[in-house]
């Protein structure tokens, strides 16, 4: 008889007032009777919905199975059939609107934790020392992938596994993209990010960092070079602002800048690392996604007062993971919803010290589905502060598509592609994730990247 317990298993996790001043990860971990117990609610439905809505079709009930039956290492095994990432994404996936959307068990009661069993397995496969597959350019194929995320990492997983000789190129010093330079510390650890990469140069993919293409190397140099076909997955790194008076103060960021400050180059750990990062007592965070929530935890990490959360519409719309939204208002963050920014404030000498807002209501649903927001005129008031991280997304970085003619984009910047194969419009050519779609997720990207490796094992072994 499975388990009927009706809540998921609970995960420990830092108490907050303490995690909310370290930068150690936020939860803890399952240990493996909680992992057993949560298996244990998984009702093995034959029909399997929860494998429908996983972007990249890891096989959830006989990975489930297998953690019930004390089998840890070939739960692992199974899950890595698929996906070469399963660390990262037992932590980041936003579980709640893919595979645990669709759990029968989440009709009546929570849906299995489908998301902390993976992180179970592959933290207890890591802690375990398993042996990461060996796969050495056996095809006598050659292929390039421009970006080192989510994206380029695991279709130079999947196209590795099938002996192609394949160069990762990263315009960082250091390969992961968005998983190290975006995700803070206390929801990915880094060092996590790169053993799984580790994994990768164990099965013979190369990565080059430091290589900025568009501006060192080009599609047709990595032609001339041998490479059969390329991947482009470069994400989604130029920042949007608002374009409201003040945006040039001191003390106004984006949110990739002041990520990318703590998380990439350890910010926060200065003066142990040198990248200095100003720690500010008041500060405002305009936006509702992950990114946003990641920013204000940030900030609130790194000692400030107070920190607030702007969001133009209310909770129901925002688009963060209700995980993140919890975690930060039990940190402290303060949410300001239903207003706008119209306007920074700064001093004589261009510091930032507030913030001019307006009260918003709800209107029609708009494109997006949800509520339109509408300003409530004469409701302006300011609030005092001495930083504002602009979060309201990014879009595609624009170095592939100025340095390449033939590769048609949107107006907005995003790489047309097929959607089956993600081939662009040059022969050879595929592209995937944040630079195609937008910002999105990271298992979405990694669905990308499995979609395009097959296509370009296809390409290249055609008669």
């Not at 990010?193 to 190397?217: A, Y």
């Not at 920013?295 to 990490?301: G, N, V, W």
Request: charged share 25%; net charge negative.
């Amino acid at each position: 008889m499975p388990n009927m317990q009706k809540e998921k298993t609970k995960m420990p996790e830092q108490e907050p007032k303490v995690r909310a001043r370290n930068f150690e990860e936020v939860a803890l971990g399952y240990t493996e009777e909680m992992a057993i117990n949560e298996a244990n609610r998984c009702l093995q439905c034959k029909h399997q919905p929860c494998v429908k809505g996983c972007p990249v079709m890891i096989q959830i009930p006989d990975f489930i199975a297998l953690i019930a039956q004390g089998k840890h290492i070939e739960a692992y095994e199974k899950i890595r059939e698929t996906n070469g990432l399963p660390a990262i994404c037992g932590r980041v996936c936003p579980q709640e609107e893919q595979c645990e959307m669709l759990c029968v068990r989440g009709i009546k009661d929570e849906p299995v934790a489908i998301g902390r069993l993976e992180r179970y397995c592959a933290d207890y496969a890591i802690a375990a020392g398993v042996e990461p597959l060996t796969c050495k350019c056996t095809l006598g194929k050659k292929a390039a992938i421009i970006g080192s995320g989510p994206a380029g990492l695991t279709c130079a997983a999947d196209l590795a596994k099938e002996g192609v000789d394949v160069t990762i190129f990263e315009a960082f010093h250091t390969p992961g993209g968005v998983l190290k330079y975006g995700i803070p510390e206390f929801r990915l650890p880094k060092s996590l990010v790169q053993k799984e990469i580790d994994s990768l140069v164990d099965m013979g993919v190369k990565i080059e960092t430091n290589m900025v293409m568009g501006k060192i190397l080009d599609i047709d140099d990595l032609k001339e070079m041998g490479f059969e076909t390329i991947f482009i997955g470069t994400g989604a790194g130029l920042p949007s602002f608002m374009n409201i008076p003040g945006e040039n103060y001191n003390g106004v960021y984006s949110s990739n800048e002041f990520l990318t400050r703590i998380n990439l180059m350890k910010g926060y750990k200065y003066p142990e690392y040198d990248t200095p990062v100003i720690r500010h007592k008041k500060v405002a965070v305009v936006g509702g996604g992950n990114v946003a929530m990641d920013a204000a935890r940030c900030a609130m990490r790194l000692g400030a007062e107070q920190v607030y959360i702007i969001y133009r519409r209310s909770e129901t719309e925002m688009p963060a993971r209700n995980e993140e939204i919890e975690h930060a208002k039990e940190e402290g963050i303060e949410f300001n919803l239903l207003m706008n920014p119209v306007e920074i404030l700064g001093s004589e000498q261009g510091d930032v010290t507030g913030i001019r807002v307006i009260r918003m209501e709800l209107g029609e649903p708009d494109a997006s589905g949800r509520r339109r927001p509408v300003p409530i005129k004469g409701s302006e008031f300011d609030i005092e502060l001495d930083a504002v991280v602009v979060a309201i997304g990014q879009s595609p970085n624009p170095l592939m598509r100025e340095a390449t003619p033939d590769l048609k984009t949107h107006s907005w910047g995003g790489i047309i592609v097929d959607e089956e194969t993600g081939a662009t419009s040059i022969e050879g050519v595929y592209a995937g994730g944040d630079s195609v779609s937008g910002a999105a997720t990271v298992i979405l990207a990694m669905g990308a990247g499995k979609a395009a490796a097959k296509a370009m094992l296809e390409y290249m072994t055609k008669e």
